[in-house]
């Protein structure tokens, strides 16, 4: 090094060996020192302090004078001025990582201003909501965006209509997905909602942002098979620049199924080497969990420290780019090398990410009969029923389960029949499955058919209540579940419509809560069908299997259709826990006393 790279002080000597230990060249460095050189007389010269020169802006007034007048003009002034940008900022972060302060490189810039009616928002927001600042950027997005088609329609805030709010869901919806458009609509109701209580909407527009329900189990995540990861990861080089640190990234990725920013939030004190633990901040939740340090793990990350990453004490990150100045690695950075791996793998997916290893993780994990709660904790899920979605463990029951855009299998026969059919298929196209309400509105239709037949001049209002008090022995609260049905039925109608008669009827008025009372079994009444189970003789296990179905119920507190949907992978009697699959919607742990395990293990499988 000291035969091409000739140091004048010690200053020089420090910052050409950081520079050496940040796997700079030493051609590289020859051509930095000289810039260095002639910025540092250019700062003798001008009496200026040297450390304070440093920014981005003082190399900007430094190129002007040097390059002068003989090479104003020409190409080679524009490569001068970028050669002399990129060494001053090499020395900047050299200087700064040795210990001396040094300005920021870049300007300090503020954001842009907000105008006075967003200003009150963001207050409005804040006070009454209580939403975090950083969860403001969609509401003001959203506001911008109104504000935009306003203006483009030449329409002032004050005369905003219906038409502009539709036009506007509907621009959004043609260049983003289904999932955004309902958070968009969210915001836009919330500032429309503002607008109409601090005066500047005479009416509220909120209550007519119609948004496409959206379920996460319709989009299932974009995953990976294992061979495709295996295959990206045999494709590292790492003997090459950053091979070594892209191979450990991903290796974290895939063998833990951390995200983009668990993995590059590591710092050096979450390593645990003694102990062998890798600590792990959740992002979102800042819930910290420890995982134990792998072999193969710790051996990327060893060779990685050891031989690669750049000697950046100023920084606690494990993960930096290879470039200065040494930050920490970026997401987007992370994405364009994932990537470039799967290219050169010869993996092609619509989208691959860090994400993507996030699920094949997860998946085989599942499919290799590991248990969902802790897989759930892993990924840091607080609800299992995530990561049923995430891991698409629920296939073969979604598979089974009607699609909410399938065909109807019932037709209809009524004189209102394809209005019924137009009905179902608008509730569909918005998301709702309607599978109760399609039966309602069946028994509807076959009840309309025998009471046209029998009135000439019927009218549809009359019809519906007429059908609705056909049933007197029904309860109260399910006559208002089918009266609920009928009401959205006469709000889709429109004037035009082939019905007789679409005059919307007087509803009865009919409670919305359920008035039974449950029946208590005491404890004599449990130890007397326990007693009527054991006399079951045939067939030989049916003592067994009812008596413990009984104690399952009696002692969990388990619907019955839950009790009866139990696996035996989702019963764990040495734990004295049993998994409840999602049911209505949710899913849960519930543990049991350990008397009902004994039971359980005499049960015959």
């Known amino acids: 090094m000291n035969a091409r790279v000739r140091v004048i002080d010690d200053h020089e000597r420090a910052v050409v060996g950081w520079w050496r230990r940040g796997h700079l060249s030493l051609s590289t460095i020859v051509i930095y020192l000289q810039w260095?050189?002639?910025?540092?007389?250019?700062?003798?010269?001008?009496?200026?302090?040297?450390?304070?020169?440093?920014t981005r802006a003082g190399v900007r007034q430094f190129t002007r004078f040097y390059v002068g007048a003989r090479l104003k003009g020409r190409q080679l002034a524009e490569s001068s001025c970028s050669g002399a940008r990129n060494a001053v900022h090499a020395w900047a972060c050299a200087v700064r990582a040795l210990g001396t302060s040094v300005p920021p490189w870049h300007d300090p810039q503020s954001p842009a201003p907000l105008p006075p009616l967003l200003k009150e928002f963001c207050q409005f927001r804040l006070t009454h909501h209580g939403v975090a600042k950083g969860s403001l950027w969609r509401d003001i997005d959203t506001a911008r965006g109104f504000f935009t088609l306003l203006r483009q329609r030449r329409r002032p805030l004050e005369r905003a209509t219906l038409a502009d709010v539709d036009a506007f869901v509907q621009e959004i919806a043609a260049r983003v997905s289904k999932c955004t458009v309902v958070s968009i609509c969210s915001s836009l109701r919330i500032f429309l909602r503002f607008l109409q209580t601090t005066g500047t909407l005479p009416i509220d527009l909120a209550q007519g942002v119609m948004a496409p329900r959206f379920s996460f189990t319709?989009?299932?995540?974009?995953?990976?098979?294992?061979e495709d990861v295996k295959g990206i990861l045999r494709a590292i080089c790492r003997t090459q620049t950053a091979g070594r640190r892209d191979?450990?990234?991903?290796?974290?990725l895939a063998t833990y199924g951390?995200?983009?920013?668990?993995?590059?939030?590591?710092?050096?004190e979450d390593v645990d080497w003694r102990a062998g633990r890798l600590r792990v901040c959740r992002p979102k939740t800042k819930v910290a969990i420890e995982l134990p340090l792998l072999p193969a793990v710790a051996q990327a990350l060893t060779?990685?420290?050891?031989?690669?990453?750049p000697s950046a004490k100023s920084t606690p990150y494990i993960f930096l780019r290879m470039s200065m100045p040494y930050e920490p690695m970026s997401s987007g950075a992370l994405r364009h090398r994932i990537r470039y791996y799967a290219s050169r793998a010869g993996v092609s997916a619509r989208v691959i990410g860090a994400h993507a290893f996030r699920h094949a993780h997860a998946s085989r994990q599942i499919d290799a009969g590991a248990n969902l709660k802790v897989v759930s904790e892993i990924l840091g899920h607080r609800s299992c029923s995530s990561t049923s979605v995430y891991?698409?463990?629920?296939?073969?029951?979604?598979?089974?389960?009607?699609?909410?855009?399938?065909?109807?299998?019932?037709?209809?026969?009524?004189?209102?029949?394809?209005?019924?059919?137009?009905?179902?298929?608008f509730k569909r196209s918005?998301?709702?499955?309607?599978?109760?309400?399609e039966f309602t509105l069946c028994e509807f239709d076959r009840f309309l058919v025998e009471y046209a037949a029998q009135h000439r001049r019927w009218r549809?209002?009359?019809?519906a209540r007429a059908w609705l008090s056909s049933k007197p022995k029904r309860k109260a609260v399910s006559v208002s579940i089918d009266a609920a049905v009928l009401r959205q039925f006469f709000a889709y109608l429109c004037p035009g419509s082939n019905a007789q008669a679409v005059a919307e009827p007087l509803w009865p008025r009919l409670p919305t809560e359920s008035s039974f009372v449950p029946y208590f079994l005491s404890e004599q009444d449990i130890l007397k069908l326990l007693a009527l189970c054991a006399g079951l003789s045939r067939p030989p296990f049916r003592a067994t299997l009812y008596r413990a179905r009984l104690l399952v119920l009696y002692c969990t507190g388990l619907r019955f259709g839950e009790a009866l949907r139990l696996r035996l992978r989702e019963v764990d009697t040495r734990s004295g826990v049993l998994f409840v699959d999602t049911f209505k919607g949710r899913s849960r742990w519930v543990p049991f006393h350990r008397s009902l395990c004994h039971e359980l293990d005499r049960k015959p499988s």
């Open 36 to 54: 260095v050189r002639r910025f540092r007389a250019y700062c003798r010269d001008q009496n200026l302090v040297e450390t304070e020169q440093l």
């Open 218 to 226: 319709e989009r299932p995540p974009r995953t990976l098979r294992w």
């Open 247 to 252: 191979f450990a990234v991903l290796l974290l």
């Open 258 to 268: 951390l995200g983009a920013a668990e993995a590059l939030g590591l710092r050096l």
């Open 303 to 309: 060779a990685y420290l050891r031989w690669e990453r």
């Open 391 to 425: 891991v698409r463990v629920r296939v073969e029951a979604t598979s089974r389960r009607r699609p909410s855009g399938a065909a109807m299998t019932k037709s209809f026969h009524s004189p209102v029949a394809g209005e019924l059919h137009g009905f179902l298929q």
């Open 430 to 437: 918005l998301g709702y499955p309607y599978q109760g309400a």
């Open 460 to 463: 549809l209002d009359r019809a």
